[in-house]
């Protein structure tokens, strides 16, 4: 079991954390009690994405490979991709690496012999994979990712042009926002992440390093915890934070909602009452179970979820750019808090957070060549 950061990992979170504390000093203000407002302060409703570029390409073919689609972001961000390759009228084909290295290099052969125009690689790290993902570019097939890498944009000494994410700092500095006004300033925190993850240590450093700048909050600790091993490391780790920090440990900070799914069944042995402390917040995902425990006030008072399926829109759209040969539009969507205030308005039917702010209609448009 993975427990508090030490050994190899502390290298990688201190160096974050310089990287977090820099990041700090250049735009983040010191967190004050009412120094922020509570909630949303961007519109769901409204769209701020591109709204023009290049007419369809025609009779394109992708190929989507996903890391794990037993991760449900990678998943949802999949079907995303296959109705937007319907919108615009292209083929895709899905292949899995399903987290097994074993059959890494086999995936990425049977990717090549589709013979893709595009390539979408969701939820690897661009870097580890960046021998694989050079034989695309050798090839001349485009390569654009989804959280292949900790910041959105292209991705530097890598083939992928374009990595589709929430800015990872701004959903960092959102939900550590939002722990520090909940308590009126006096958190005391505990941070949950995974080493294994770029982009996961540097939210939690950056998550960190806010909280220390609040000046009566405490950061009690910072677990380390694989994704894959909550289940069953979460309920061990949970019950000792509780014994070793008691009324202290006020919130909780995650990477992802994940943590809180398999801590809940400690806490309620516990005696610990569902809109008590510790009261749960998400820098990430946005899981049905996640929505649930919000939408009752139980277990978990807010997320950060991304707009999976906006994302896989953005994705198609990036790949027609550069098929086109005009630059990726750049679009990096705002991280939207939800909490049990807003929570009614946010999610879709198959309560996934959809933002209704039509964007499906503004990618059809253009990709129709009636954007102006």
């Not at 820099?22 to 407002?37: D, F, I, R, V, Y």
């Amino acid at each position: 079991m993975k427990n508090r950061i030490n050994g190899k990992s502390v290298w990688w979170f201190l160096l974050l954390l310089l990287s977090a504390e820099s990041w700090a000093q250049q735009g983040a203000e010191l967190m004050e009690p009412g120094s922020m407002k509570r909630g949303a302060t961007v519109d769901p409703l409204v769209w701020d994405g591109p709204r023009t570029g290049p007419a369809a390409q025609v009779n394109r073919t992708l190929v989507y490979i996903a890391e794990d689609l037993r991760n449900a972001g990678i998943l949802t961000v999949g079907e995303a991709v296959r109705e937007a390759a319907k919108a615009i009228g292209w083929q895709v084909h899905f292949l899995d690496i399903g987290l097994a290295d074993a059959q890494r290099e086999a995936v990425f052969d049977r990717a090549l012999a589709l013979k893709p125009d595009g390539l979408i690689f969701g939820g690897g790290d661009a870097v580890t994979n960046k021998e694989q993902l050079q034989r695309f570019q050798r090839a001349g097939i485009p390569v654009v990712g989804w959280h292949t890498g900790p910041s959105p944009g292209p991705i530097a000494g890598t083939p992928v042009l374009f990595n589709v994410t929430t800015d990872s700092l701004s959903v960092a500095r959102r939900a550590a926002e939002y722990v520090i006004e909940d308590s009126q300033g006096k958190a005391g925190v505990v941070i949950f992440t995974d080493s294994r993850f770029a982009i996961a240590l540097q939210k939690s450093a950056a998550m960190a390093e806010i909280i220390r700048r609040c000046a009566a909050c405490s950061l009690l600790s910072v677990e380390d915890v694989a994704l894959n091993d909550a289940a069953r490391a979460m309920p061990v780790i949970t019950k000792s934070l509780l014994e070793r920090y008691g009324e202290r440990w006020t919130h909780s900070l995650g990477i992802n909602d994940l943590y809180f799914d398999h801590a809940v069944a400690t806490l309620v042995m516990m005696g610990r009452f569902p809109d008590g402390a510790p009261a749960n917040v998400s820098a990430g995902d946005g899981s049905p179970s996640a929505f649930m425990r919000i939408s009752n006030r139980s277990y978990q008072l807010a997320t950060v979820p991304e707009p999976l399926f906006l994302q896989g829109w953005q994705l198609v759209d990036e790949l027609n750019r550069i098929f086109s040969g005009v630059a990726p539009s750049g679009y990096v969507n705002p991280p939207f808090l939800v909490t049990g205030d807003n929570i009614r308005g946010s999610m879709n039917v198959h309560q996934v957070f959809d933002p209704a702010n039509d964007y499906r209609n503004y990618y059809r448009l253009i990709w129709s060549g009636g954007a102006p």
